[in-house]
């Protein structure tokens, strides 16, 4: 079984920056893909960013203005928010345990709340 805990969500200005952290534990293989996704009220749920070896992918709207990353001696993927707009406003999900970038994937944190206030 694998467990995801992200961390770092807030409430922050537009203009402003957040850094996402995800912990992840249990039968971990570096390997698979790791992703960030988000859903705003009303919305479906969408891919912002993943990473699986060297190749990473975002989605066209945070490109230039998030960044992820990875530290495999500690299992955490990081999500650094730059340049936040007031549409970034959703419920941000971790992601592990693809063989494709896109997904799909097999284990999903609770997710953290992240709001941009305009």
């Known amino acids: 079984q694998v467990q995801l805990v992200e961390s770092g969500g807030g409430l922050v200005q537009a203009g402003g920056s957040l850094r996402l952290s995800c912990a992840i534990s249990?039968?971990?293989?570096?390997?698979?893909?790791m992703g960030w996704y988000r859903q705003a009220p009303g919305k479906e749920r969408e891919f912002v960013a993943a990473i699986r070896w060297s190749a990473i992918e975002y989605r066209d709207s945070v490109r230039g203005r998030f960044t992820i990353s990875k530290d495999n001696a500690k299992n955490t993927v990081y999500l650094q928010m730059n340049s936040l707009k007031p549409e970034d406003t959703a419920i941000y999900y971790c992601?592990?345990?693809?063989?494709?970038?896109?997904?799909?994937?097999?284990?999903w944190g609770r997710g953290t709340q992240v709001t941009v206030s305009s």
């Open positions: 992601a592990y345990g693809a063989t494709n970038i896109r997904g799909p994937y097999d284990y």
């Open positions: 249990g039968r971990i293989f570096i390997t698979s893909a």
